[in-house]
């Protein structure tokens, strides 16, 4: 890691970085299974299964059929019925006595047609044909014009338009034009019950029987027995012959019902499974090979029934297998495997006794090394604490409880290593290699490891085994010890030790006594504490450190002081790990500050506590966080989260554990296991998954699964109520809970609604408005390759019988003539009624004049007060402005303060109270003249007919203060009374409207002043 530190970015990374961009760029244009040919990690890199079970909604927990309709969605045969399964939602078919239900819960087998509809074979059932255009089964007859038996054991294309059956009393074919069973003879020599069938691409037809393999060639009649060699190959052959497989090389591949498997290349030369042809010594017999799958260009998998799957590289030396682990909830739920099936995302599913297993083939990006039964080749316990990588290659891994694991690549083991002496069970956290070789452990104290022999010798150093060891790092015979107690330097010639720590009065000692990493940067130490980092420029520095530390103020100081890691890559970039990000080191000539740049949460890093930090050969650094780990673009310091999609599992890091395998590989402990990036890993390219609507009820009622709208179709919904519930999935399968959904009704919905995460993805509307929209569904996924995909469906409302055109018109009439002839009825029934009051009139002529004189009374006064009620004073008001000069007349509007609280407190008849003694109040202070009215609810109002400003605010100051001294007593109850007015005295021009606004914005100053106060109008 010797790196020269000054100019490092400014003249060595431009010409390094474009030469590390084309060598990766070269890398990734090789095919992936090329890259991971040689791959020093692949013996240890077990497949990860999710798991799906009778928790999950599997009707029962041995399921036995896989198939992947032309929507995508995958169909799980079972014990107890058949499912659809979309990446989140499981839909049950159980058996029924219905003639268009599943006609035996048990099913065996599947296959998808070319037009959409599933074929599934029965133990006892039959067979019987799913329609999702209408949800129902379509039983095929047994016996004449049908099945040869009950019990079908497997379905087959034909390679035209045909389906072949094989039962166990026969072989049959559907022709799927007529959709007519005609049966197969098979000739001499062959057994009625046959367990498997395949017409390969030459038109060959391949018979697995009870009686071993046969073939009817292309352009004959007859099933004969395939030539082969005597030994294992014969004997497989002539076994029941349980599955049959065809890979894209055209090699068809054979697993027997005893004795293993062998396969026939392209040039019909038949070849053994090493290690899994033929009997066991003794004649004793082999799992049951129940299904074969082809996973990728180099591997093929055999499902066995007891031993689980059984990978193989044609060729190869002896086969991988992939069983159940009970220390590792990630492997095969179950040995007894029935059915495989590689779906178009490239995932491939296994079909066990216990439920489901997933495995995402392309996520290599990352994979997690965790404890096991298989010891040689898995961890001691999952709390890695140290990670180092010494000369020879070869990996160590501090853990807890004294364990130690050296990781072998060019052995493919792992070898545990334990502590003893007063060091058992002490956590290990660092080491270093000796120029001799020797490996030093830092635990509690220090520890020894023979490089050739590992032999481990305890408690090496007295003087330090109450020290628990952070970290530790040789150069030449120093080795350098970081512990809480600050630094010491241990001698390897002449054994001295020199210790060293933070001195409170000296601002150049070592920044903490607690040391959690030492670097080589350049020809300096990096002692990386918890109070920031202190430079030596010397390994024998003792103080008069250049210590860096965060500054308030300061951007481009260190971001936090408590720092975790420093690494720097191999184009000459300087990364520190702190918890407030990733701190990049600015280029920087000699004796200038050092300027950093910060990235954290802001730029996209998922939490700002950095355990550790790491650059990969191309120099983009990565890091391990509390909740995953991510990596930055060394050019444009783009952030990338990785997710399951790449094949994280371990997704929490508490340690500053990190190291640079020798092939290049990114390595991360933490307490979840070890984590093993591959930074140039590209997935295959696969076609795009669909974002599909998987499941919808239109007013209440399910949609039938054919009738599922595709992108760019429409659901129509009816005119009753008009309720919608569109259930949708991104149907790769890979990472369902790191998908992110949202989705948003064109016209109707304002913005994206997201789908909260953790619940199923589904958009629900209700009493939609009558009309055309478009419905936008939207799936995000994570890691290192996100992508949003969307996809846009027409959704249709019809209007209810009252909301079509025709209905509003001829409603539109309707009342149109209904309101003729209202009209008219109204115009006979007044002329009758004018004659009689005409004839009233004359009578009541005298009494009605003088009633109209004591209305015009009461019209102008308030009933309450006695005052001018609103109308009669505005009346005289304008008339008083139309004779004013300026400034000559002044209106003062009047508001009771608190008044709601007084009708709260003593009712609505008390309220009443107060504004009558209000009014009284208001005509006692009142000049001869002046006009007094209630203007509203508790506002009063008085109009100075002749009076100035000065005038009106000595009126107002008398009417305020005689309120303010007349308490209301009412029924035997003190009720206090204050009012706030507002005075304006009338401009030249001004209206009535604009005089009594200026009066009112008064009166609310004075309230907002404080209430009970008198204030003038601007």
């Known amino acids: 890691m010797a790196k020269t530190q000054d100019l490092r970015r400014a003249s060595i990374a431009p010409g390094m970085r474009w030469i590390a961009w084309l060598a990766a760029l070269l890398l990734n244009l090789l095919p992936c299974h090329v890259v991971l040919a040689n791959d020093p990690w692949a013996p240890f890199d077990t497949p990860w299964f999710e798991r799906l079970s009778v928790s999950d909604g599997l009707p029962h927990s041995i399921t036995t059929a896989l198939a992947q309709d032309q929507r995508n969605l995958v169909w799980i045969g079972t014990m107890s019925g058949l499912v659809r399964y979309d990446g989140y939602r499981m839909q049950v078919f159980t058996a029924s006595d219905s003639a268009s239900g599943l006609p035996d819960a048990y099913v065996r ?216 682990d009970a220390a590792m909830p990630s492997s095969l739920p179950g040995d007894s495997v029935r059915a495989l099936l590689q779906d178009q995302s490239g995932n491939v599913w296994v079909a066990t006794d216990l439920g489901v297993a997933r495995h995402t083939l392309n996520a290599r990006t990352a994979f997690a090394l965790l404890p096991s039964t298989q010891e040689n080749r898995t961890l001691a316990n999952t709390n890695v604490r140290g990670i180092f990588v010494d000369t020879r290659g070869r990996i160590w891994l501090g853990m807890s409880a004294g364990s130690i694991d050296m990781i072998d690549l060019d052995r493919a083991v792992i070898r545990h290593l334990q502590l003893g002496g007063n060091q058992t069970r002490r956590d290990v956290q660092a080491f270093a290699e000796a120029p001799d070789g020797t490996i030093w452990v830092g635990t509690q104290g220090l520890a020894r490891i023979s490089p050739d022999t590992l032999t481990l010798e305890n408690s090496v150093l007295p003087a330090l085994d109450d020290k628990p060891v952070l970290h530790l790092l040789t150069e030449g015979q120093q080795l350098l010890i970081g512990t809480y107690d600050g630094v010491y330097r241990y001698d390897l010639r002449t ?50 450190f250049t210590n860096l530390i965060n500054q308030s103020g300061d951007p481009q100081s260190l971001p936090n002081n408590l720092v975790s890691s420093v690494t720097d890559d191999p184009q000459g970039g300087l990364w520190v790990g702190t918890y407030g990000g990733v701190a990049m080191l600015e280029p920087r000539n000699a004796g200038e500050p050092y300027r950093f740049r910060t990235i954290g949460v802001a730029q996209g890093l998922s939490s700002q506590n950095v355990n550790a930090v790491q650059s990969d050969d191309q120099g983009n650094p990565w890091v391990s966080l509390p909740n995953g780990i991510s990596m930055i673009d060394g050019n444009t310091h783009v952030v990338r989260n990785l997710s399951g999609r790449d094949g994280l599992r371990i997704s929490s890091y508490v340690y500053a554990a990190s190291a640079r395998a020798p092939g290049g590989e990114l390595l991360f402990g933490g307490l979840g296991g070890l984590t093993v990036i591959r930074p140039s890993w590209r ?336």
Request: charged fraction near 20%; proline fraction near 4%; hydrophobic fraction near 35%.
């Open 109 to 324: 087998n599947l296959l998808t047609l070319p037009d959409g509809s599933l074929l599934v074979g029965t133990n006892a059932g039959g067979l019987a044909r799913f329609y999702p255009a209408t949800n129902s089964f379509r039983h095929y007859p047994v016996g004449k014009g049908g099945t040869s038996d009950r019990k079908i054991y497997a379905l087959a294309h034909d390679g035209d338009a045909g389906v072949w059956i094989a039962s166990e009393l026969g072989l049959d074919r559907l022709d799927l034009h007529t959709d007519r069973i005609t049966p197969v003879p098979t000739d001499a020599g062959t057994s009625s019950r046959n367990f498997s069938v395949l017409q390969d691409r030459a038109g060959n037809l391949w018979l697995g029987n009870n009686n071993g393999l046969f073939v009817r060639f292309a352009g004959t009649k007859n099933f004969v027995r395939p030539r082969r060699p005597h030994g294992d190959v014969d004997a497989v052959l002539n076994d029941g012959i349980w599955t049959l497989h065809e890979d894209r090389e055209g090699r068809l591949w054979v697993g027997s019902t005893r004795s293993g498997a062998v396969y026939r290349d392209a040039d019909g030369h038949w070849q053994t499974v090493d290690g899994f042809s033929g009997y066991l010594p003794g004649q004793e017999r082999r799992p049951t090979v129940r299904d074969i799958l082809e996973v990728s260009s180099d591997t093929v998998w055999l499902g066995t029934d007891g031993d689980g799957v059984m990978s193989y590289t044609p060729g190869g030396h002896g086969v991988r297998p992939l069983a159940h």
């Open 495 to 544: 054994h001295a030790l020199v210790h060293f720590e933070h001195d409170a009065n000296d601002a150049r000692s070592l920044g903490s006594n607690t040391v959690r990493r030492i670097a080589q940067i350049g020809n300096a130490t990096w002692y990386v504490t918890s109070h920031g980092i202190s430079i030596a420029n010397d390994i024998l520095q003792t103080r008069g």
């Open 683 to 1018: 997935p295959t390219d696969t076609p795009d998954p669909p974002l599909a609507i998987t499941y919808a009820t239109l007013n209440g009622l399910p949609l039938a699964f054919g009738k599922l709208p595709r992108p760019g179709e429409t659901l129509r919904l009816g005119p009753h109520n008009r309720s919608l519930r569109v259930d949708f999935s991104l149907l790769d399968f890979q990472a369902p809970t790191e998908t992110y959904y949202s989705y948003r009704m064109d016209d109707f919905d304002e913005n994206w609604i997201e789908v909260p995460r953790g619940s199923l993805p589904s958009a629900l509307y209700t009493n939609l408005p009558h009309g055309n929209y478009q419905l936008h569904l939207r799936a995000q996924t994570m890691g290192m390759q996100p992508r949003v995909f969307e996809t846009v469906v027409g959704v249709t409302a019809e209007p209810r019988w009252y909301e079509t055109v025709s209905a509003m018109i001829g409603g539109g009439v309707l009342l149109l003539a209904l309101l003729i002839g209202v009209i008219q009825l109204r115009t006979l029934y007044l002329h009758r009624k004018a004659r009689e009051l005409q004839q009233q009139i004359d009578v009541h002529t005298r009494d009605l004049v003088s009633a109209n004189r004591r209305l015009d009374e009461l019209a102008s006064t308030d009933g309450l007060t006695g005052l001018y009620n609103r109308r009669r004073f505005l009346e005289l008001a304008e008339g008083v402005r139309q004779l004013a000069d300026d400034g000559g007349a002044c209106i003062a509007l009047l508001d009771l303060d608190g008044f709601k609280q007084i009708n709260d407190a003593y009712g609505h008849l008390a309220g009443d109270e107060v504004i009558r003694v209000c009014g009284q109040v208001m005509q006692a202070q009142s000049r001869e003249g002046d006009l007094v009215g209630r203007y509203g609810g508790e506002e009063m109002v008085v109009c100075l007919t002749d009076g100035n400003l000065e005038q009106g605010l000595a009126m107002a100051e008398r009417i305020r203060l005689a309120l303010a001294a007349s308490p209301i007593v009412y029924e035997g109850q003190r009720i206090a009374i204050t009012a706030s007015i507002g005075v304006a005295a009338w401009r030249t021009g001004e209206t009535l409207s604009q005089w009594l606004s200026r009066a009112d914005a008064a009166l609310y100053e004075a309230k907002h002043a404080g209430r009970n106060r008198s204030v003038a109008a601007k």
